[in-house]
């Protein structure tokens, strides 16, 4: 039987993520400085390192939340999209939210290659192409929500914010 809406774990778990998402997008400063000051061989101060390592084990909190968000979605299951959303958007919906979890995976690891192992493509990677997509998705995401809510009228909003 499926839910008609997400569990109150779920409803956290995914703006608990979100939060620690978009700090460790807006916030990223700590470790760009730590990296370009390795990059150029300057010295690193317990400061940099410190800035640097909360970007870090921020990253790794993510990556364990993604865990188990996926845990539950297995175990809980998930709401169905809307009999009002188009087929071609219900798919894209659906790739947006894949790649999604795809990058709660892949910016971690990235990021996590590039700072204790020194892999600088996973560097490269992880700042300036996962990113963009990052963004790229986050914005789809968004968008397709405020869809639902203002043009559609749809509870998906309902369904993660208050629950049905």
Do not use: C
């Not at 979100?18 to 010295?43: C, S, T, Y």
């Not at 795809?102 to 996973?122: E, Q, T």
Request: hydrophobic share 55%; aromatic share 10%.
């Amino acid at each position: 039987m499926q839910p008609v809406s997400y569990s109150i774990p779920q409803r956290i778990l995914h703006w608990g993520m979100a939060l620690l998402i978009f700090f460790n997008l807006i916030f990223a400063d700590g470790m760009e400085h730590w990296h370009h000051l390795v990059k150029r061989g300057q010295p690193v101060t317990p400061d940099d390192l410190a800035s640097a390592n909360i970007h870090a084990y921020v990253g790794f909190a993510i990556l364990l939340l993604a865990v188990v968000r996926i845990g539950l979605r297995l175990v809980q299951g998930a709401p169905q999209p809307p009999s009002a959303e188009p087929a071609l958007l219900r798919m894209a919906a659906k790739l947006t939210h894949g790649l999604l979890y795809v990058l709660l995976f892949a910016m971690p690891v990235s990021g996590a290659a590039a700072y204790y192992f020194n892999i600088g493509s996973a560097g490269d990677l992880h700042a300036d192409v996962l990113k963009a997509v990052l963004w790229l998705l986050l914005a789809a995401h968004l968008g397709g929500a405020l869809l639902h809510q203002f043009y559609w009228k749809t509870d998906v909003m309902a369904r993660m914010t208050r629950g049905v």
